[in-house]
């Protein structure tokens, strides 16, 4: 097959909801990144290469705040289609986890600045607006959110 310029590509995220028992989420602390530094997001990445969605999710935990989760427990809770000039456009798979093997720790000093547990229904002022904008569709039911269309 030939190479078409006019199809449409996007960068793919995973992202997942470490949700304890009281409800409240792992948060991370973005630092030197070049991308939202000093707001708090919560633990994903991109998907790479040959990788299903929630193996690459599982992934990301594992690397980012050190929690093994099984791929087949993840639970699809929403997809986020979004677009900005400076990060083009970019679809991202948000996954919830309520049950992992080991206590999460900074696995990214470098890129993160530390951990926090979040009451979703409070959500920090420092939150990334796109995150923010997700989570409150995902609190409201919905499982599909534009942004900057």
């Known amino acids: 097959m030939g190479q078409h310029p006019d199809r449409y590509t996007s960068v793919v995220d995973v992202c997942v909801m470490l949700r304890r028992a009281d409800g409240r989420v792992l948060f991370s602390e973005r630092a030197n990144t070049r991308f939202s530094d000093g707001l708090f997001g919560i633990p994903g990445g991109r998907l790479e290469a040959g990788e299903s969605l929630t193996a690459g999710a599982a992934r990301e935990l594992a690397e980012e705040v050190g929690v093994q989760v ?18 083009g456009a970019r679809l991202g798979f948000f996954f ?42 995902i609190r409201a039911g919905k499982t599909l959110y534009l942004h900057g269309w």
């Open 70 to 87: 099984d791929p087949d427990s993840l639970t699809f809770v929403h997809v986020a289609h979004h677009y900005g000039e400076e990060w």
């Open 96 to 137: 919830e986890a309520d049950a992992w093997k080991g206590e999460p720790v900074n696995r990214e000093p470098d890129l993160c600045a530390g951990l926090h547990w979040v009451d979703l229904a409070d959500l920090p002022d420092k939150t990334i607006p796109y995150v923010a904008n997700v989570l409150t569709e």
